[in-house]
């Protein structure tokens, strides 16, 4: 079971357990759930019900989709006889993203206001929780959202993607989201508390990711994996096309800015000298993180280790 940690204890007495939960979270899972982290239950009942509301609205284009067609033409060869594989490079998902600085739907007409809200009280949460990082690895105090800006410089990119992925007749043909690595930041996502389908790959074994009502799931992507030296490792992940249930997903990025330089934090990085744990030998290069995103864009559904190697070599 993915670890289900109680953030509000970070303020009492269990405050050390917590954060040594959260490091495990960190260093054995790269995912995990928070409940009692501060946004209002009623808050997101609002984000449930503006995001269902605008799938509605965006349903008859996601039947008239690419994947809809596809899955139905696979369908129909079937049934006449021919053996037919699984659909390559296709996601059973509808999504849009939100960013400041792009527009966003105007229906539902109370989208807007609750999604602003919303997203406001995310960026808060995932400054708490890089804020948190930091103390477990040994940084200071906002080491990674410096790191994210650049030392300032820049703003750091924060983004929320609104997903669906409808029920599907044939979900052995099709995947919902094809696994993969994230390759920003912090991943802060409010997924379905009644539909699963996410799964993370763990030890060789694909594990469910547990629907837990009003639970924020946290995850790392690749940066956080750079920073932290490999403490830290970015984790594959999928989501599964499922026959009953529209399930719904709202995940939101903390990246950093495509112009900041991103590298293993100094104090992470032993010297030939140097012995002493938690530092090792610096195992990723340093990179500028838009080049970084040239290449994932193009290998985003690959293995990760060959987009270091190509970000080293520019």
């Not at 820049?154 to 669906?164: D, I, L, Q, R, Y």
Request: aromatic share 10%; with cysteine; net charge negative.
């Amino acid at each position: 079971m993915i670890p289900v940690i109680d953030f509000s204890r970070l303020h009492g007495d269990e405050r050390v357990q917590t954060l040594a939960e959260i490091a495990n979270g960190c260093e054995e899972w790269g995912f995990f759930q928070l409940v009692n982290h501060g946004i209002p239950e009623e808050l997101l009942e609002r984000v449930k019900k503006v995001c269902s509301e605008s799938y509605q609205l965006r349903e008859e284009g996601f039947n008239a989709s690419n994947p809809v067609r596809l899955l139905n033409e696979l369908v129909d060869r079937e049934s006449e006889g021919e053996a037919v594989k699984k659909l390559k490079d296709v996601d059973w998902e509808d999504v849009f993203v939100l960013q400041d600085d792009k527009p966003w739907p105007s229906n539902p007409p109370a989208f807007r206001e609750t999604m602003k809200e919303y997203r406001e009280e995310l960026r808060k949460l995932a400054e708490k929780v890089m804020e948190v990082m930091d103390e477990n690895l040994g940084l200071e105090k906002g080491y990674i959202k410096k790191a994210f800006s650049g030392n300032g410089q820049h703003e750091a990119f924060f983004g929320t993607k609104v997903s669906h992925y409808p029920p599907c007749s044939r979900p052995d043909l099709v995947d919902g989201l094809r696994s993969h690595t994230d390759a920003g930041g912090v991943i802060l996502l409010f997924q379905d508390d009644q539909v699963g389908g996410l799964q993370i790959l763990k030890d060789g074994e694909w594990l469910d990711v547990q629907p837990v009502k009003g639970s924020i799931v946290i995850n790392t992507g690749d940066q956080i994996e750079v920073l932290s030296n490999g403490r830290y490792k970015s984790t594959w992940h999928r989501v599964l096309a499922t026959r009953r249930g529209n399930r719904r997903s709202v995940a939101s990025f903390y990246n950093p800015s495509l112009k900041a330089t991103i590298a293993p934090a100094a104090e992470l990085v032993a010297s030939h000298t140097q012995v002493a744990a938690p530092a090792a030998p610096s195992s990723y290069p340093k990179f500028v993180f838009g080049d970084y995103m040239d290449v994932y864009v193009k290998q985003k559904f690959q293995a990760k280790e060959p987009r270091f190697e190509a970000v080293a070599a520019m």
